[in-house]
Nanobody
Framework: VQLQASGGGLVQNGGSLRLSCTAS????????MGWFRQAPGKEREFVAA???????YYANSVKDRFIISRDNAKNTVYLQMNSLKPEDTAVYYC????????????????????WGQGTQVTVSS
């Protein structure tokens, strides 16, 4: 499975961006999809996930500002990011979990089987 992320860029404090991640396989509809981010010098961290039944989960740091959604007809997951802050600056990665194993659950990097290449989000102060 190949994941292609896009939509990153430079935005001012308080601005918005929408990230997209498109999967190469139609089995996308059965996957839990996640977004993670990694800032310079920091570990990759969970941002949001959405299950195959459209149940969404968020990190506390982005709850009420970010919205994850998916369009199974387009094999695409989205991350709408509002009220962006400088501390949201990071490379954002999408990931897919086939659900065939348990490695700590949807908040855990090791749970995911496939990763996109990352897209840079920079929020200026």
């Amino acid at each position: 499975v190949q994941l292609q992320a896009s939509g990153g860029g430079l935005v001012q404090n308080g601005g918005s961006l929408r990230l997209s991640c498109t999967a190469s396989e139609r089995t996308f509809r059965t996957y839990t999809m996640g977004w993670f981010r990694q800032a310079p010098g920091k570990e990759r961290e969970f941002v949001a996930a959405i299950t195959s039944t459209h149940i969404a989960y968020y990190a506390n740091s982005v709850k009420d500002r970010f919205i994850i959604s998916r369009d199974n007809a387009k094999n695409t997951v989205y991350l709408q990011m509002n009220s962006l802050k400088p501390e949201d600056t990071a490379v954002y990665y999408c990931a897919a979990d086939e659900g065939r194993k348990y490695n700590g659950g949807k908040y855990n990097i090791d749970e995911y089987d496939y990763w996109g290449q990352g897209t840079q989000v920079t929020v200026s102060s």
